[in-house]
Structure formats: C-alpha cells, structure tokens
C-alpha cells in the first residue's frame, strides 16, 4: 500500500512520468510494427496519372477515328446504291491492292509504284521550297527593316502574289524549256508570298527594347540578324513556312498534270485518262498524307526553333 502511495505522489509532483506496460489485451508495440512495415507510396507517384494519361489519349484519338469511320460508312452507303459513279471504299481498296501492297515496283519509263511517283513530286518539292525560303526570309528582312524597300516592292508582290500557280507555267515552260525546272518554278513563285510576307511582319514587330540592347551591346550586323532579328521574328516565319509547304505541294500536283513525266500529279492525269477513278481516289489520300506530313514536320520544327517565344 505505501509503495502504491510513494508511486502516485511522485507522479503528482511531477518528477517522474507513469510507465505503460505492454499487455496481451494492449499490443502497442505490435501495432507500431506494423505501420511501421507498410510500404509507403513512393515521392512524386500518382496512381491516377496511367488513367489521366489513358483519358487524354482518347480524347485526342477518339474523335477522329470515329468521325473518319462514320465519312466512310457513308461513303459506302452512297456508293453502293444504284447508279453510283464513284467507287466504294471496298472497291478502291480492291481495285488498288497492288498499289497498295507493292509500292515500289519498277517496271520502266512512267509505269512505277505510288512510292516512286510520291519521291518524284517531294524531290522537285524540295527544291522549288528550298529556294523559296531563302529569297522569301532575305525579301522579307529587306522589306521588313527598309521602309523604302516596303513601299517599293509591297505593291509589286501584291499584285504578282494573286496570279494562279498554273498561270505561271506557259511562262516558265517558254523560259526553261523544260519540264522539270518549270515544275520546280511553279513551285517556287507559289511557296514565295507568304513566307516574304510573314517574314516581314515579323521584322516589323521586334520590340524596340530587343533593339535598344543590341545598340547597348554593340552587335555587328551579322550578330544582330542571327541573335535578335531572327529569333525575335521566328514565329511569323514559321508561320509563313507552314503556309509556304502547303502552296506547295498543291501547286505541284497542279503543274505535274500538265508537264508529265514520273510524279504524283501526272499519275492522277493518266488515271483519268485511262478511267481508273480507285487509282485517282487512292492518289488523292496519298497527297493529302503526305501533305499532312509537311505541315506536321515544318512545325515540329518551327515549335523546336521557336520554343520560349511568341508571336505578337
């Protein structure tokens, strides 16, 4: 009774705490264990990020899987009724399947695969658009830095700028008197006015702080074009780049009718003439992939160039 009496009063007065003991009916020590031992989610993880991710995925594929199969059902739906002229998609890919399957065939002179039509069109592409980006972004720097050079050459592309891309090729054909580097000039004066155009609004519009510093820093003129002109003025280039490969290609097909030879264009003209609408069907989805493609990879590039900037 006295050592339970010296044990409360000690406790009262403060100078030692009551120790709890471990019980069978109390397994305190068990249950910190076993807490202790759970596994913890690890630092940054999300288990809904998988599901987040999953969702946004199918909201960017979805839509256009389905509106593509809904166009083509319909597609087959009005095909396939009586006194239908164009073929059905089950007919294209029937009537096409060696084109489809085989590409790359050769069989001499025009007779080659899709492939080899598409690598013609996009080689006279990439010249004709090789030289239209450098003489558009050099025309677009002068008509963007001299306002003398604007009110010079402004009326002048304006005007040149509204003639159709096939107006072009009597002329070139007469000057050229070729087939291949009148394509390549159709090409070129077609892919020229937007990037000239966009190239200069975008000179026009570099911020006077930009060109405040490249005074403070003393910046030679090479120096100032490649560190302050043309960054500043990258997303209007780009911009007018992706407008510039779009012309493009479309003016090839154009003119690839009317000169012949190995080429997309020429293929969809021959097809008709020899009444083969699957093979003009099956051309077209080609030109418009591919067109795709260049838009997709001119701004890929632009979006890399131009990280951490804006237009305006």
Known sequence: MSAILDRTMTFGS???R???EASPTRPVARKATTIAARPQPRPGADPGAW???LRNTAAVVVPPVVVTALFLLI???MASSPGAVLPAPSQVITDTWELIVNPFYDYGGNDVGMAWQLLASLERVAYGYALAVVA???LGVLVGQSTWAMR???PLFQVLRTVPPLAWLPISLAAFQASNPSAIFVIFITAIWPIIINTSVGIRNISQDYVNVARVLRLNGFEYFTKIM???AAPYVFSGLRIGIGLAWLAIVAAEMLIGGVGIGFFIWDAWNASMLSDIVLALVYVGLVGFFLDRLVAIVGNWV???TQAG
Do not use: K, N, Q, S
Request: no cysteine; glycine share 20%; proline share 8%.
């Open 136 to 138: 558009g972004i050099g």
């Open 18 to 20: 009551p120790v709890v």
């Open 51 to 53: 599901a987040r991710r």
């Open 75 to 77: 597609w087959e739906m």
């Open 152 to 154: 010079g050459l402004d």
């Open 230 to 232: 043309l960054p500043a």
């Open 14 to 16: 403060g100078r030692e």
């Open 306 to 308: 131009t990280r951490g």
